[in-house]
């Protein structure tokens, strides 16, 4: 491996331990302040469990009521048309019978028009415990709803009363809804507070209100289908308490979802990054951009024409040399993309110097692939055409980097591009797969003489011998031969007194921006 490639993988693997470095502590970062930011919303989500819990135990509690009871109404009716409004032992037996059968009452009591009483609750030792009564809801003329909330220990009942020209019958409801609620939190961190929606002056209490909790907004308020509004007011000491329970809990959820986000940003970046990703994204912006390198004929000193070289314009900011996307573009296949965005610039900018007026010819640089591909070939000599250069000034080199995976289909594709008038060059000969067995099988007239073994003249490297080799064997075959990387006058001179024509190379020009080629085309006209 060459001094440039050991550099060039040391720093890619500098870059890459150093993103990887700097991803951990943005993993750590994130992680970190995912999972502080989730305990800094403990108190809200202490709201949210108290709220839900609350709104579940109201609802299957008042669900409880009606399934058990029934419709209101029905339940009524089936009471009252049993009874003889007397407090005989009939009227006492039916009593004590549906209150029995229904554990949702507590109890049911009648009062006939001549003051009688009686109960279904029996005990004579029992005192009648005395209640703040508010009317809540009137279902007919006969039947209403009340809340029922004892003076000396807090506790609200409803109840449903039924009342005639013959007395009245009150059913008493078991405190359900005040006592899960005692039994699910703590005593007097939770005021339950019981109205409807055409009521609301006046409320009733499900425990005392010793903590002033009705002054606070409360926390929740559920609407019953039958008018009831149950209201819900918490002790701040009660949310403070859920709330550092819920901060662990809080705490690993957020990192969680911290190493979740992580793993999403690093794929986003990386992919953001990925030199595939900022390639397409090269290739839709058309940020690919030729470079124009002469190709002078030094027997009669003009120029033969010019060598079509890629370079990146990255972002409109940054020049990309080939060697670091030109490898991975013509792997990943992406390099036909930028060959087509490449020939479309070319032909436009060169149109405009009139290249069409001379005999120049193009070189642009082509991958097996592409040679492989007669439908795509086809594309490109349209664009051509249409074009106001002439195929007969456009040249393809193949490049030996790859090799063909199909020689008739190329040869077929090739022979198709000759009867185009475009003729197809062998590049960097010597070098890669198919060396000269492209020029045999492809019956290819030009061929181009690699750097490496340009370098070797005027030194005493074996490869010189190797260079006069490809020289003789060109002669022999009447083939076109251009050196390209001539960088000296020994250089030029050593291949001019051998036959070699046609070179390129710093020692006549470094590729140019088009800006540059076009004064260096003006200059050339100028001379002939």
Known sequence: MSKIYKLRAWLKSQLLTKYSNIMTIVAILIVIVMSTGFTLFSHYFAKVQISSTLDTISSDSIGDYRNTIGNYHDFMESVVSNINFDCGISDKKVLEKKAYNNYN????DIETNKKNKCSSFSDSNFVEPQYDTVFIKSFNNNLSLWANSNKENGNSILSLVWKDVRGRVSIYFE???????????????????ITTLDNHEKEIYFHHDINNLSKLPPLNTKVFNNGVVLKNHV??????????DLKPLLFIVGAFFGMIVFFIVNYYIKRKLSLHSLILKGITRKEFIPYYQPIIDVYKNEMYGCEVLVRWWFNGKELILPDDFIPYAENSGLIINITDVLLEKTLMQLSSVNWQDSSAIISINMIPGQLEDKQHMREVVDLIIKSSISPKQIAFEITERMSFSDLDKAATVIDYLKAQGINVKLDDAGTGYGSFSYIQHFNLQSLKIDKMFVDTIGTHDHKLFVLDSIIAFGKKA???MIAEGVETKQQSDYLLQNGVYLQQGFYFSEPLKFEQFRIFVEQNKRKH
């Open 235 to 244: 002790d701040p000491k009660l949310l403070s308490v859920i709330s550092m």
């Open 105 to 108: 009452i507590k109890k049911i």
């Open 175 to 193: 405190p359900i809804i005040s006592d899960i609620m005692r039994n699910q939190y703590c005593d007097n961190c939770i005021l339950s507070v």
């Open 478 to 480: 009447g083939m076109e």
